[in-house]
């Protein structure tokens, strides 16, 4: 993954289930850590089907926002992940100024049928700002298409930054990307682009699909496209940057800590 970092003023940084809401049901925004019973170390108790995630990164995109970060806590009859577990889910929590996540709120309380797992090879900040792409591209290459090796293949521009990510998964398969007006096997649109941001897997596919992105995460073939990374404390920013096109690519959002 190739990581650019940003420089506020006075620091320099060394370093958000799916933000694509084409792929389950829009999740419900996180309730953070007020008004819950407490664990000993101060942080909210699930209730029974949550599970306590502490957040590692916060991936931006013209898609939304996605989480991703480490079980903590898990509450009855939240079976599927245990602590220390990394996952992943979209959230609506603001990151401006006031957000939780910029006044250090990072311990959330989330539903564990909105969660998606992923492997501790992968990182953080990397499942944050490639599952959402990743699984707008995944639609395209094998839902909507069937691209397969020595396929010719034309990929219109997409505005959320998908088409580099489609391409990506292309060329891995063995096929060629080749320009407009050159013969084609296979033609993606912006048509094919708005089809997969809309896709919904359902009975467990989300998981399916989003462990196929992650092992084509974990081979690379996305590493040559940039994350921005901003410290949290600069979500405004990054924010601002982001609804003016300024940063095309991903962005993530790192804990002071990370």
Known sequence: MTLVGNTPADTRSTDTRSTAAAFSTPA????????????RDGLARPKTGEVRVRIGALGLSSLGIQAAGLVSA?????????????VS??????????SPYATGGLSTVVPERELIGFPKDVALEAAAAYLPLGLVARTVVKQLHSVGRGNRVVIDDDTTGASAFVAAWVLDLGAEVVGAGDRADV???????????????ANGLAQIAAADVFNEVRRGIFDHIPVTTYPIADAERARTE??????????VLLPAAA
């Open 242 to 251: 982001l609804v003016q096109r300024v940063a095309a690519s991903p962005i």
């Open 187 to 201: 033609v993606i649109t912006a048509d094919d682009f708005a089809a997969a941001r809309r896709w919904r897997y």
């Open 89 to 98: 889910y979209r959230t609506a929590m603001p990151v401006g100024e006031s």
């Open 74 to 86: 898990v509450g009855p009859d939240a079976g599927g992940f245990a602590a220390g577990d990394r």
């Open 28 to 39: 419900k925004t996180p309730r953070v850590s007020t008004a819950r019973p407490r664990t």
